[in-house]
Nanobody
C-alpha cells in the first residue's frame, strides 16, 4: 500500500490549506484513514482520523478548525485546515490501516510526509 500526500506549503497565520492523500497498490480493504503531524523536537501526534463508516476523531488542538473527509471509492483522505496558527507548523503524515488480502492481517501504512509552515 502506497500513500502519496499533497497540498502542504507556506501559509500566513489565519490562512487555510487542504491536504490530500491517495492510497494505491494491492489494497483489499481500508479501515481508518488519518493524519498525524510531527513538529521539530516533538513526538508525532494524531491530528485527525476517520473510519470507513465516517466516524471522525480530532485532536483537541484542531477541533473546530480542521475537517477530515474521505472518499472510499477513490481511497483518498483530505484534511481541510482553517484558521492556521504558527503552532500548526509540522510535517503532516497520512496514514491508513489496511489489509492487502483476505487472509493477511491489517497494518498501518504511512506516507512520506508533507511540510506545513504557518508563518508571517
Amino acid at each position: 500500500v502506497h500513500l502519496v500526500e499533497s497540498g502542504g506549503g507556506l501559509v500566513q497565520p489565519g490562512g487555510s490549506l487542504r491536504l490530500s492523500c491517495a492510497a494505491s497498490g494491492s489494497i483489499f480493504s481500508i479501515s481508518t484513514m488519518g493524519w498525524s503531524r510531527q513538529a521539530p523536537g516533538k513526538q508525532r501526534e494524531l491530528v485527525a482520523e476517520v473510519t470507513s463508516g465516517g466516524t471522525t476523531n480530532y485532536a483537541g488542538s484542531v477541533k473546530g478548525r480542521f475537517t477530515i473527509s474521505r472518499d472510499n471509492a477513490k481511497n483518498t483522505v483530505h484534511l481541510q485546515m482553517n484558521s492556521l496558527k504558527p503552532e500548526d507548523t509540522a510535517i503532516y503524515y497520512c496514514n491508513t490501516v489496511a489489509s492487502t488480502s483476505p487472509i493477511t492481517g491489517v497494518r498501518t501504512y504511512w506516507g512520506q510526509g508533507t511540510q506545513v509552515t504557518v508563518s508571517s
